[in-house]
Every structure is written in C-alpha cells, then in structure tokens.
Antibody, heavy 118, light 107 residues
C-alpha cells in the first residue's frame, strides 16, 4: 500500500523558513518523480514543485522560484520542500504527491499546514 | 502558462442523474489531462489520466473524453459519495496547472 506522510508544517512569521518532509512507502521510491501541491483554505489546487526520480531535475512554479527548493533523499524515501522568505500568500495546506508515468499524481498524502503570519 | 478553465463552477444534480463537467485549456495539451475528486477535509483522489483512462479502482460511471483543448468528465449516474469538487490538471508542459474546480452539489 502506498503511503505518503508529510510533516514540518507550522506557524512562521513573514520572511521566515520551514522545511517540509514527506516520507514515502509502498513503492520503489527512486523510480518516480514527486510533487508538492498546495491549497489555500477554501481555494483550489496549486502546483508548487516537482523533482525527478533521481533528483537531478526539478521544476518550480514562478510563485515560489528562488524561494523554495525541492529535493529528495532516495536512501530515506523522503522528499523535502525547503521554504525560505515565506510570505502570507504561502499560507496553505501542502500536499506531497507521487507522480505517475506522466506528471499527474496517483497518490497523495494528507497534507501539512503552513501558516505565515505576523 | 496553460490556463485551465473549468465550467460550470457549481453543478446542482439529483442523485441518479448524469453530470457533465467541462475543462478547457488555453492551448493544446494533447491528451495529457487528469481529473481529480476532492471531498471536504480529504486529499484529492485521481480519477482519470490520459484524458480518458480510469485510475485503479475508479468506478465505470466516471468517464473522461477529449483532447487538445476541450475535455469532459461525465459521471453517468450520481451516487451520494460523488458529491465533491472536481479538478482538471494538465501535465503536458511546465508549469503544471490546475483548473479552478467544479463543485458538484446535491440538487
């Protein structure tokens, strides 16, 4: 059974940093790309970042480029999202998702909440 | 950026009726289109990928069609558990983009 468990969310002031983690199990982790998607309260889904299976290739949304960094440690079956220079508009529930053969997401975690406020 | 536009924003349907949801891309995304279902307090669930292929475990009452810029998700006979928000997503090019969602509510 595929499981994705996010952690690392919390309350942070504007300009601060957080690192989100997502531990995966139930599939051959290094074979699949991984993605972070966020959802502000009452709003739709917004793609944030994706990383290839070997970690060599990453893609980021313009809204987070230069501030967020996605990475992965295949020895730990874990994907990370380092978030710096956080803004109020980054407040959202952050989902970790497994990408399938294309960059659609066939499994999702339950999310970790990030709140940016002074 | 490919803008995904879903319509209608809200669809009121009676149980047992058919629901038709639309998703339009601002430029061609070939068949690289997925549909997700999200219920309150839950993570999204993959329904359809490749515009028309049902994901594992998805009932046959869900069907997807289209290619290029016009896509449709049909729920042939709505069950109580189908009332939710539905999102389309293109994965043909970066950045990946989602539609704004269609809420299917009980009429």
């Amino acid at each position: 059974e595929v499981q994705l468990v996010e952690s690392g969310g919390g309350f942070v002031q504007p300009g601060g940093s957080l690192r989100l983690s997502c531990v995966a199990s139930g599939f051959t982790f290094n074979t699949y790309a991984m993605t972070w998607v966020r959802q502000a309260r009452g709003k739709g889904l917004e793609w944030v970042s994706s990383v290839s299976g070997d970690g060599a290739t990453t893609e980021d949304a313009d809204s987070v480029k230069g501030r967020f960094t996605i990475s992965r440690d295949n020895s730990k079956n874990t994907v990370y999202l380092q978030m710096n220079s956080l803004r109020a508009e980054d407040t959202a529930l952050y989902y970790c998702a497994k990408a399938a053969d294309g960059y659609y997401n066939d499994y999702w975690g339950q999310g970790t909440l990030v709140t940016v406020s002074s | 950026e490919v803008v995904m536009t879903q319509s209608p924003a809200t669809l009121s349907v009676s149980p047992g009726e058919r629901a038709t949801l639309s998703c339009r891309a601002s430029q061609s995304v070939s068949s690289n289109l997925a549909w997700y279902q999200q219920k309150p307090g839950q993570a999204p669930r993959l329904l359809i990928y490749g515009a028309s292929t049902r994901a594992t475990g998805i009932p046959a009452r869900f069907s997807g069609s289209g290619s290029g810029t016009e896509f449709t998700l049909i729920i042939s006979s709505l069950q109580s558990e189908d009332f939710a928000v539905y999102y389309c997503q293109q994965y043909n090019m970066w950045p990946l983009t989602f539609g704004g969602g269609t809420k299917v509510e009980i009429k």
